[in-house]
C-alpha cells in the first residue's frame, strides 16, 4: 500500500493540476488560436482549440486599425505609475505617523482614514464626477488619478509594516540627531520595502484593471487608457460578431503583459514571499 | 490613546531647549498626514456629504419641475424597490459565491506550486495570467465562452454529448456564470498571498506534526491552516472590498440582466443614476449601501488586527 | 529643401524645413474643432467606416477638424454624451438612437435645428421632403427638427434556405403570419436546432416587441404624447402571449435570453433556422453567412407594421456658435444622398434620403441584391420608433419583464401587467407635470 501511495498521489496530483491548468488556460489558448484563424463570423468551429491549417495576420491588422492600443498603453502607465508614485509619498508619510508617533485625535482620525476602504471611488463616482469636474479636471488622465492619491489600503499597510519594525535602529539614529525625514528615507524604508512592494502590487494590479471610473471620466479618445479603448473595441468587435479581430485585440493587450510576467516571474513572486505579508 | 497632550517622540525625551522644535514636532504628524486628508477629504468625505444631502431631494429629470425636499422618503423608495432588494440578495450570493471557492482554490493552488521546479513556476505563470487582463477584457472573452451552441464552453460539453444551459440568458445561472468568471480572474491572484503566508508556516511545527504520524490532511487542518490565518484575513479584506465595488463584468457582459438576475449593488446605483436619472435615489442607494459595506469592512478589519496580534 | 541644405549650411536647410513645414501646417483661417460621437450597435466593420469617412471630411476641407469618439452602444453613447455634457465638454455632434430626441429634447440636452434651417433658408417641410415619411416623426419633437436621419433600419425575417428544403417547406414561400411562422418553425426544429429565435437583450428586445404589437394591430406608445404607453392592452398582451409560446408550447425558440450576438452567430451555426434581426445586419449576414438564405416582411397577425430603428444626428446644447456651424457642415456632408447611398450599400441599413435610391450605384446595388429590396419593399409599413418619457428606463420596465417571461418566471399576462404598472410609476413625474397638472 505504502509503495502505491508513494507513485500515484504524485502521479494523480501531477494530472489532476494539469488538467485544472488546461481549464485555467483554455481561455487564453482559444485567444491565441481564435487570433490567427481566417475571418470566419460563425463557422460552428469557432471555438476549437486547433489551430486552422491557414493562419493569417489579417485579425491583427484590423485590430491594430480600429484602436490605438500604442496611445492606451502610455496613457494607463502614466495614470498607474503617477498614482503609485503620489500613494508611496502617502502613505510612507501617513504609514509612519500612525505607527510611531503619538498625538491627539490619533485613534479617531485612524478610523476616519478605514473609512475610504470601502468608499472607493467607483461607489462614489457621481458625486466625485462632479468634484472632478468642478476642479476643471474632467477629461483628464489627472483627473482619472487624484481620487486615489490617498490610500487608506496603503496607509493601513505601511503601519503595519513600520509597527513591525525593530525600534533600535531609528532610536540610533535619533540619538544621533537624525531629522524626522531623514529616519523614515534612509532608516525604515528600506526595511519596509516589502511592504511597499506588497502595496505597488495591489496598486498597479488594481489601477491596470480600472474600468469604471475612467469610463466616465475620460471622453476624448487620446486620453483613453487600455480598459476604456479595449471596451469599446471589443464592444465593436462583439457586435461585429468579429470572433478572430476581438481575439487578436486581446491578446495585443496580454502578450506584452504576459512577456513581462514571465521574465519577471521569479523575483515578482519572491517579493510577495519576503513582503511580510502576513497581516 | 495616549493621555498625554503634548508629542512625545516615542518615548525618547526631548531636551527642554528647542520649544519652536517641540511645537514642530506636534505638528509634524499632522503634517504628515495633511496630504492623505486633503485627498481623502476631496474624494472621500465630500463626496458622501455630497450624497448625503443630495439623497434628501427628488428632483424628477426632464420635467422642468425643482427639486423637492423629501427627507427619508428616496430611502423608502429605494428599499422598497424591487431591484434593488434583488440586487442586495445578488450582492450577498455572489460575495459568498466567490470569496469561498477564490480562497479555496487559491490555497490548493499555493500548496501545489509551492516548489521551485519549473513545472510550478509554469503553473504559477498560467494560475496568476488571468488577474492581469483587466476584467473589461476577461469579459468580452467569456461573451465567447458563454455563446450558446457555439461557444467554448457549449462547444466542448457538446462533444461530450451535453447540452449546455443558457449561460449568460437564463436568469437562474446567469449570476453564477458571472461568479465563474470572478472566480477564474481572482483565484490566482490571492494564490501569491498564499504562498507568501505558507514561507512563513513555521518548519519545525509541521514535522513535528509528521513526527507524530499526522497525515497530510491533518497537517492541512492543524497546523498549516491556522498558521495561514492571518493571510487568509488579509485575503478576505482585500477581496471583499474588491467584490463589492467592481461592477465592470456585469456592465459589459449582462448589463444587470436578464430581468435583474446580474444586478449588483454598484450597478443598480450607476443604473439609478445614469439611466433613470433619479439622483436622489442613486445617492440613498449609495448611503445604504456604503453603510452595509463599512460595516462588514470593520467586522474583518477587527480580524486582522485580532490575526496581526496574535501573530506577533 | 534638398537644394537648400546642399547650397548652404546644414542649420539652413533644416531651418528652412522647418519653416516650410510650419507654413503649410498653419491654416490661412482659424480651424473649428469638433467632436463626434458614434456608436455601432450592429454587426459589422462600421466603426472602422465610420472612422474612415471622418478621415475623408477632415481631409476635404479645413474649415472644421472633427475628431470622432466610438462609444459604444445606442445606451452607452447616450450616457457618454450626457456625461461629457455635464462636465461642461459635450460633443458638438451624435451620432444617437432615432427615439432618444424626445427624451434628450426634455432633459435639455440637445437643442433645436431650426436656427440651421433658418440660416440655410430653407424650411422644415423642404428638408425634410427627401427623407422617407415614416422618419418624419422621430427627427421631430413638439414641431421642430432636433435629428437628421443617419441610417434606418426595421425588422426582418432571415431564413435559412436549406434548412427549408430540408424540411419541406418551399422558401419561395416564407411564413406571412404568425400562424404560419409557428408552423414552419415546428417543421424546423429538430435535435440542438431551434426552429426560431430572436434577440432579447436590452434595446432590440423593447424594439421587436413593439414591432410583435404591431403586427397585433397595436401602438407601443402614443405617438403625441410621452407619457402613456400600451403594455397591458391586447395587441402587446397577444405578442408576449405569442412569444411565450413559441418557447414553451411550440418549442421552437431557445428558454432564456439570447443577445443578438448569440442570435447571428446561431443563424450562421445552423443552429437557428429563422430570425429576427435587424435589416442593419443584411450586409453582415451576407458576407458571413455560408449556406444559403432569404429574407422576408415580418410576419403580421392583424396587419404589416414594423417600427423603424436607427440613428440620427443630434447637436447638443451648451456649444459655441462656431461649433454649431461647424458640426452643422459636418452634418450636411455626411448626409448628402451619395454618402447616405455608400454607407448603405456598406452596412444594410437604409438610406434615409429617397434620392438616394435613384442614384446608379443603388439602383445596380439592389438589383443584385434582392434582400436588400425586399427590405425597400417594407419600409411603406413602418412607422415610429417608441420615444417617451425615460424612454430607456420605460423600456427597461418592459424588457424585463418579458425576459423574466422568456425565463419561465411569470406569465406573459401577469408580465405585461407588471411592465404597465412600472412604466407608469416611471412616467408619473412628467404626467404630473403635463396631464394631470390642472388648474
Redesign the interface.
Known amino acids: 500500500m505504502a509503495r502505491l501511495d508513494r507513485h500515484l498521489w504524485p502521479a494523480l496530483?501531477?494530472a489532476l493540476?494539469s488538467a485544472v491548468?488546461f481549464l485555467?488556460?483554455?481561455?487564453?489558448l482559444?485567444?491565441l488560436v481564435a487570433s490567427f484563424r481566417p475571418e470566419g463570423a460563425?463557422s460552428?468551429?469557432?471555438?476549437?482549440l486547433l489551430p486552422d491549417l491557414h493562419p493569417t495576420l489579417e485579425n491583427f491588422r484590423n485590430a491594430l486599425e480600429s484602436g490605438s492600443f500604442g496611445l492606451y498603453y502610455m496613457n494607463t502607465l502614466i495614470v498607474v505609475v503617477g498614482v503609485l508614485a503620489v500613494q508611496c509619498?502617502?502613505?510612507s508619510?501617513?504609514g509612519?505617523?500612525f505607527a510611531?508617533?503619538?498625538?491627539?485625535g490619533?485613534?479617531l482620525?485612524f478610523y476616519?482614514?478605514?473609512?475610504?476602504?470601502?468608499?472607493?471611488?467607483?461607489?462614489?463616482?457621481?458625486?466625485?464626477l462632479?468634484?472632478v469636474v468642478d476642479l476643471g479636471l474632467y477629461d483628464t488622465l489627472p483627473g482619472v488619478m487624484?481620487?486615489y492619491?490617498?490610500?487608506?489600503?496603503g496607509?493601513f499597510l505601511m503601519r503595519?509594516t513600520f509597527l513591525a519594525l525593530p525600534?533600535d535602529f531609528?532610536?540610533a539614529a535619533?540619538?544621533d540627531g537624525a531629522p524626522?525625514w531623514a529616519i523614515i528615507w534612509y532608516v525604515l524604508l528600506p526595511m519596509a520595502k516589502p511592504g511597499l512592494v506588497a502595496f505597488a502590487?495591489?496598486s498597479i494590479?488594481a489601477h491596470?484593471?480600472?474600468?469604471?471610473w475612467p469610463l466616465m471620466v475620460i471622453s476624448s479618445p487620446a486620453n483613453h487608457t487600455?480598459?476604456i479603448g479595449?471596451?469599446a473595441f471589443?464592444?465593436g468587435?462583439?457586435s461585429g460578431k468579429e470572433?478572430g479581430v476581438?481575439a487578436a485585440g486581446?491578446l495585443l493587450?496580454?502578450a506584452p503583459?504576459?512577456v513581462a510576467?514571465?521574465a519577471f516571474?521569479?523575483r515578482f513572486?519572491d517579493s510577495?514571499?519576503?513582503?511580510?505579508?502576513?497581516? | 490613546?495616549?493621555v498625554?497632550?503634548t508629542?512625545?517622540?516615542?518615548g525618547?525625551e526631548l531636551d527642554r531647549a528647542g520649544l519652536a522644535r517641540r511645537r514642530r514636532l506636534?505638528l509634524?504628524?499632522?503634517a504628515?498626514?495633511a496630504?492623505?486628508?486633503?485627498?481623502?477629504g476631496?474624494?472621500?468625505?465630500?463626496?458622501?456629504i455630497?450624497?448625503a444631502i443630495?439623497s434628501l431631494y427628488d428632483k424628477?429629470?426632464?420635467?422642468?419641475?425643482a427639486a423637492s425636499f423629501v427627507g427619508l422618503g428616496n430611502y423608502g423608495k429605494v428599499l422598497a424597490d424591487p431591484a434593488f432588494r434583488q440586487a442586495a440578495l445578488n450582492n450577498l450570493i455572489y460575495a459568498v459565491g466567490v470569496l469561498v471557492p477564490t480562497l479555496v482554490l487559491a490555497l490548493a493552488f499555493a500548496l501545489?506550486v509551492q516548489r521551485s521546479t519549473r513545472?510550478s513556476?509554469?503553473?504559477?505563470?498560467?494560475?496568476?495570467?488571468?488577474?492581469?487582463?483587466?476584467?473589461?477584457?476577461?469579459a468580452?472573452?467569456?461573451?465567447?465562452?458563454f455563446?450558446?451552441?457555439?461557444?467554448?464552453l457549449?462547444?466542448?460539453l457538446?462533444k461530450l454529448g451535453i447540452?449546455g444551459?443558457?449561460w449568460?440568458?437564463?436568469?437562474?445561472i446567469a449570476l453564477w456564470s458571472v461568479i465563474g468568471l470572478t472566480v477564474?480572474k481572482n483565484a490566482?491572484?490571492y494564490m501569491?498571498?498564499y504562498?507568501?503566508?505558507l514561507?512563513?508556516v513555521p518548519r519545525d511545527a509541521v514535522e513535528a506534526a509528521m513526527i507524530d504520524g499526522a497525515n497530510a490532511w491533518q497537517r492541512l487542518r492543524f497546523v498549516i491552516l491556522p498558521a495561514l490565518a492571518?493571510?487568509t484575513?488579509?485575503v478576505t479584506?482585500?477581496a471583499l472590498?474588491q467584490l463589492?465595488?467592481?461592477?465592470?463584468h456585469v456592465?459589459?457582459l449582462t448589463?444587470g440582466?436578464?430581468?435583474?438576475a446580474t444586478n449588483l449593488l454598484?450597478y443598480y446605483?450607476?443604473q439609478s443614476?445614469?439611466?433613470?436619472?433619479d439622483?436622489g435615489k442613486?445617492?440613498a442607494a449609495?448611503l445604504i449601501?456604503?453603510a452595509v459595506?463599512?460595516a462588514?469592512?470593520?467586522g474583518s478589519?477587527r480580524i486582522?488586527e485580532r490575526?496581526?496580534r496574535g501573530?506577533g | 529643401m534638398i537644394i537648400a541644405t546642399r547650397l548652404g549650411p546644414k542649420w539652413l536647410g533644416s531651418t528652412a524645413l522647418a519653416l516650410t513645414i510650419a507654413a503649410a501646417a498653419m491654416p490661412a483661417w482659424a480651424q473649428t474643432k469638433i467632436e463626434f460621437f458614434f456608436p455601432v450597435p450592429v454587426e459589422g466593420k462600421l466603426a472602422r467606416e465610420m472612422t474612415r469617412l471622418v478621415k475623408l471630411y477632415n481631409e476635404s476641407q479645413k474649415d472644421v477638424e472633427v475628431t470622432a469618439a466610438y462609444t459604444g452602444s445606442y445606451?452607452d453613447t447616450k450616457?457618454k454624451a450626457?456625461?461629457a455634457a455635464k462636465a461642461g465638454k459635450p460633443p458638438s455632434v451624435v451620432l444617437m438612437s432615432a427615439n432618444f430626441n424626445v427624451?434628450l429634447k426634455?432633459?435639455?440636452d440637445i437643442i433645436s435645428l431650426e436656427p440651421m434651417l433658418k440660416a440655410d433658408e430653407t424650411t422644415r417641410e423642404d428638408f425634410l421632403k427627401d427623407f422617407w415619411p415614416a422618419l418624419h416623426a422621430n427627427a421631430v419633437v413638439d414641431g421642430e427638427l432636433y435629428g437628421v436621419p443617419f441610417h434606418n433600419s426595421t425588422p426582418l425575417l432571415y431564413y435559412n434556405v436549406e434548412h427549408f428544403k430540408e424540411a419541406g417547406l418551399d422558401p419561395a414561400k416564407p411564413p406571412r403570419t404568425w400562424a404560419e411562422l409557428a408552423d414552419a418553425a415546428k417543421k424546423l426544429t429538430k435535435g440542438?436546432r431551434h426552429g426560431f429565435l430572436m434577440p432579447?437583450?436590452?434595446d432590440y428586445l423593447g424594439w421587436l416587441m413593439e414591432a410583435l404589437s404591431m403586427s397585433n394591430g397595436g401602438r407601443y406608445f402614443n405617438e403625441e404624447y410621452g407619457g402613456e404607453v400600451y403594455y397591458d392592452q391586447p395587441s402587446m398582451l397577444g405578442a408576449a402571449r405569442f412569444v411565450e409560446d413559441l418557447i414553451f408550447k411550440h418549442k421552437v425558440m431557445?428558454?432564456?435570453?439570447?443577445?443578438a450576438?448569440?442570435v447571428s452567430?446561431?443563424f450562421f451555426?445552423g443552429?437557428a433556422s429563422m430570425v429576427l434581426l435587424s435589416t442593419g445586419s443584411l450586409s453582415f449576414i451576407r458576407e458571413n453567412m455560408k449556406q444559403s438564405y432569404d429574407v422576408a416582411f415580418v410576419p403580421k397577425n392583424v396587419r404589416n407594421a414594423v417600427p423603424i430603428g436607427g440613428a440620427s444626428l443630434v447637436m447638443f446644447a451648451g456649444q459655441s456658435e462656431d461649433s454649431k456651424k461647424a458640426g452643422w457642415k459636418f452634418i450636411k456632408w455626411l448626409t448628402t444622398a451619395e454618402t447616405l447611398g455608400g454607407w448603405s450599400r456598406f452596412t444594410g441599413y437604409f438610406a434615409p434620403r429617397k434620392s438616394s435610391y435613384d442614384k446608379p450605384e443603388m439602383k445596380e446595388f439592389i438589383a443584385k441584391n434582392p434582400d436588400a429590396k425586399v427590405a425597400l419593399d417594407q419600409l411603406p409599413y413602418a412607422k415610429p420608433w417608441f420615444a417617451t418619457?425615460?424612454t430607456?428606463?420605460v423600456r427597461?420596465a418592459l424588457?424585463?419583464?418579458i425576459?423574466?417571461m422568456?425565463?419561465g418566471?411569470k406569465k406573459a399576462d401577469q408580465a405585461v401587467k407588471d411592465a404597465q404598472k412600472k412604466a407608469d410609476e416611471?412616467m408619473r413625474?412628467?404626467v404630473?407635470?403635463t396631464s394631470l397638472k390642472l388648474p
Request: proline letters at 6%.
Open positions: 496530483t501531477v493540476l491548468a485555467w488556460a483554455s481561455p487564453f482559444w485567444t460563425g460552428a468551429d469557432m471555438a476549437s509619498v502617502t502613505v508619510l501617513a509612519y505617523a510611531r508617533l503619538r498625538f491627539p490619533r485613534d482620525l476616519a482614514f478605514l473609512l475610504q476602504l470601502m468608499l472607493v471611488p467607483p461607489a462614489l463616482i457621481v458625486p466625485n462632479a468634484t487624484a481620487p492619491f490617498a490610500s487608506a489600503f496607509t503595519q525600534r531609528e532610536e535619533a540619538i524626522w502590487i495591489v494590479t491596470w484593471n480600472e474600468f469604471l487600455l480598459t479595449l471596451a471589443t464592444l468587435a462583439e470572433w476581438l486581446t493587450v496580454m503583459l504576459a510576467f514571465i516571474q521569479r513572486v510577495f514571499v519576503f513582503s511580510g505579508v502576513k497581516g | 490613546m495616549s498625554a497632550s508629542t512625545s517622540f516615542d525618547i506636534r509634524l504628524p499632522y504628515l498626514l496630504p492623505s486628508i486633503l485627498f481623502l476631496l474624494f472621500t468625505y465630500l463626496p458622501v455630497r450624497v443630495e424628477p429629470h426632464g420635467t422642468g419641475a501545489a513545472f513556476a509554469a503553473l504559477r505563470t498560467v494560475f496568476f495570467f488571468p488577474s492581469l487582463v483587466p476584467l473589461v477584457a476577461a468580452s472573452l467569456f461573451f465567447f465562452i455563446l450558446p451552441g457555439v461557444g467554448l457549449d462547444y466542448y457538446g447540452r444551459p443558457n449568460l440568458g437564463d436568469s437562474d477564474w490566482g491572484y501569491l498571498f504562498i507568501a503566508g514561507q512563513n492571518p493571510t484575513a488579509f479584506v482585500i472590498i463589492l465595488t467592481s461592477v465592470d456592465i459589459v448589463r440582466g436578464p430581468s435583474n454598484l446605483i450607476f443614476a445614469h439611466e433613470n436619472f439622483y442613486a445617492a449609495t449601501s456604503v459595506l463599512l462588514i469592512s470593520f478589519l486582522m490575526g496581526a501573530h | 445606451d450616457l450626457q456625461a427624451d426634455l432633459s435639455g440542438d432579447a437583450g436590452y431557445q428558454q432564456g435570453v439570447t443577445e450576438g448569440g452567430t446561431a451555426a443552429k418619457y425615460q430607456v428606463a427597461k424588457e424585463d419583464e425576459q423574466a422568456m425565463n418566471k416611471l413625474p412628467y404630473e407635470q
